[in-house]
């Protein structure tokens, strides 16, 4: 046999495949490449004959390799798969401000530096000056709701 031969073009796109999932990780391009060598062997066997018939068989044999080994190859790949707190508000509570414009009394908008960003900050409905240390209760809107801390009190 020669290397023109379709057998051997097979196997080598097969080989290349499966030796460029070191570059595209991810499982996928391995299960491509073994469907040319279930090509390469379906040719080898006489099972399949012509261009067609050995591109229709790779098609399937890739779906069926995807489909059905897919899952394993990307456990034995792993990724990265964490879970954050999907709920900001509790981010956000407890946490310290400085108050950069006088908050209240009432409910008189002031503005407070959380987080490296002035804010919109509604109080207790006492006047909470400028300058005082204060702990975020939670957030209205876009407004932080804040009560001066108690050591200051």
Not at 52 to 58: C, H, P, R
Not at 116 to 130: F, M, S, Y
Request: charged fraction near 20%; hydrophobic fraction near 50%; glycine fraction near 10%.
């Amino acid at each position: 046999m020669e290397f023109s031969s379709p057998i051997y073009i097979w196997v080598i796109i097969g080989i290349i495949l499966m030796l460029a999932e070191i570059i595209l990780p991810g499982g996928i391009v391995v299960l491509l490449g073994a469907a040319c060598l279930v090509v390469a062997s379906a040719l080898a066997v006489g099972v399949v004959e012509g261009l067609v018939q050995s591109m229709t068989l790779w098609f399937i044999a890739s779906i069926v390799l995807l489909l059905g080994f897919r899952h394993f190859t990307q456990k034995l790949v792993g990724g990265d798969s964490h879970i954050d707190n999907t709920d900001e508000e509790f981010d956000l509570y407890d946490k310290r401000a400085l108050v950069k414009a006088v908050i209240g009394p009432a409910q008189k908008q002031g503005r407070v530096e959380f987080q490296g960003t002035e804010w919109p900050a509604l109080g207790d409905g006492t006047e909470i000056p400028v300058g005082v240390q204060v702990k975020v209760i939670c957030r209205d809107n876009i407004a932080l709701v804040v009560e001066p801390l108690a050591e200051q009190d």
